[in-house]
């Protein structure tokens, strides 16, 4: 992509609105554009790494053999008073009346909806266990909506269900999810704490929060330094046989939250302590039959008996991702992406476009590139070099490949970390090499 063409509309000064570090360097990076409260527009560049982070959310979620469907935004207040939430939901809730005078909400959630869809076709033990997951726009009238993208009233979600036959079997399902998230989030480049957590209006009995380490996060988490240490994405698990182990590997170790935490507890663990802020990005549930219950999913056994089916649900906050990642990935001069997430690989700086030959050779690289797949945002505007180094540090792609007349004299182009900073100076062949690579 040319920038020359590219629609990023950056901002030179700190927006006065933004509290926190990622809101401020989403506006200033031309991510996003509020359009009310909590509300955002994605634009080009922030559209781009949401879709890398659904994407990572899926390929996950696929893996462990969660099948992806896609359930409506607005549903039928109905099923919600057949649950009973539509009254308990409270004004979190939108609620819309149709020209017929029916009422509808926009979903905040999908369990009534998920519930409803199984109870429909499934008769026997032989039709379980079902994960289901979608990835849809939710909206949660928050009394606060805040922090831009973290705290949103419209928000994109990650949400899966199980469907089981007994709590042994949901417990699999449990844990199933528990140790895809910690894969999941360690691909985006993040360290992710379970903790065990109340249930809330949901209900149910098992439910762990995934919390990634940020300062300016909402909550305060003291653990065991063990989880810091952790390295799930690389592991070999067998996901039928491995998963109780790994996940009592977590839950024996000492992890909490806010009032939660236990003064003794962490005196007893001396300098194995850690201390710090962190974000919620994930939440699972197992809360048995509260839903199948009252939404009549029910299947025969074996035996032919009667069994109301075992649920649990899994939610990935894949917007407040976006926020969350950035508020643990920058430093003074903008956004520093993980490499799996990034909305470009490359930064191509052409530091002369007034130039002949630094402007063909500049070319050249793009187009060598873009053959190669990588992907590359190509600054060929006529800009100050100043200016250049600014936008590219501050929309954070992992390389930047700087181009100028010097080097080309010399033969070399030079090739930035923007992680580590490092600055190398290299031919143009290693260059494509090392980015291609
Ligand atoms: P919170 O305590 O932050 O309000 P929650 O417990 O209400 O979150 P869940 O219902 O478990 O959240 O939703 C699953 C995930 O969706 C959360 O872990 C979070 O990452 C994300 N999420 C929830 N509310 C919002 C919001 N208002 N804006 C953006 N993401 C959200
Ligand atoms: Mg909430």
Redesign the pocket.
């Known amino acids: 992509m040319r920038l020359s063409q590219y629609f990023l509309p950056t901002l030179k000064e700190t927006p006065a609105e933004a509290e926190i570090v990622s809101h401020r360097l989403m506006l200033r990076a031309g991510m996003i554009r509020q359009s009310s409260a909590g509300i955002y527009s994605w634009l080009p560049l922030g559209f781009r790494v949401l879709k890398n982070i659904e994407r990572i959310v899926r390929e996950e979620q696929n893996a462990i053999g969660c099948q992806e469907v896609l359930m409506p935004t607005i549903q039928p207040a109905d099923l919600w008073r057949q649950s009973g939430r539509y009254d308990d939901y409270g004004p979190e809730m939108l609620r819309i009346r149709d020209r017929r005078d029916r009422d509808m909400l926009y979903g905040p959630?999908n369990e009534e909806q998920i519930t409803e869809i199984f109870a429909a076709s499934a008769r026997s033990y032989r039709d379980l266990p079902k994960l289901l997951y979608h990835i849809q726009w939710k909206f949660?009238d928050?009394i606060r909506p805040r922090f831009g993208?973290?705290?949103?009233?419209e928000?994109l979600?990650k949400d899966a269900y199980s469907f089981d036959l007994d709590a042994a079997a949901a417990r699999h399902s449990y844990n199933k999810m528990f140790v895809s998230y910690l894969r999941t989030f360690e691909r985006m480049g993040l360290t992710a704490i379970p903790m065990a957590a109340d249930t809330?209006p949901i209900g149910g009995d098992l439910s762990h929060?995934f919390l990634i380490l940020a300062d300016t996060g909402e909550s305060e988490i003291a653990c065991h330094r063990d989880f810091l240490d952790k390295r799930w994405a690389n592991r070999d698990i067998d996901f039928d046989t491995d998963l109780q182990p790994i996940v009592d590997e977590f839950t024996r170790q000492y992890a909490a939250t806010d009032e939660k935490r236990d003064p003794a507890k962490e005196q007893a663990l001396g300098d194995q302590l850690v201390t710090a802020r962190g974000i919620?990005?994930?939440?699972i549930f197992y809360f048995g039959t509260k839903y199948s219950e009252k939404l009549g999913a029910i299947v025969a056994d074996r035996d032919g008996k009667e069994v109301t089916v075992e649920m649990g649900s899994y939610?990935?906050?894949v917007?407040?991702l976006v926020g969350a990642i950035i508020e643990a990935s920058h430093d003074n001069a903008g956004i520093v992406w993980p490499e799996a997430v990034a909305p470009f690989h490359v930064g191509l700086i052409n530091l002369k476009a007034g130039d002949t030959a630094t402007t063909s050779a500049s070319d050249d690289l793009y187009a060598k590139l873009a053959a190669a797949g990588v992907a590359v945002l190509y600054d060929d505007r006529e800009e100050r070099a100043g200016q250049k180094f600014a936008e590219m540090d501050l929309i954070g792609l992992p390389w930047q490949l700087i181009v100028g007349p010097r080097g080309l004299e010399k033969g070399v182009v030079e090739l930035k970390n923007r992680a580590s900073g490092a600055r190398e100076d290299v031919s143009v062949d290693s260059a494509l090499a090392r980015l291609v690579g």
């Not at 993208?149 to 009233?153: D, F, L, S, Y």
């Not at 919620?280 to 939440?283: A, K, N, P």
């Open positions: 959630t949660r928050e993208v973290m705290r949103g009233r928000f979600m809330g929060e919620e990005v994930g939440h939610g990935i906050g917007s407040r």
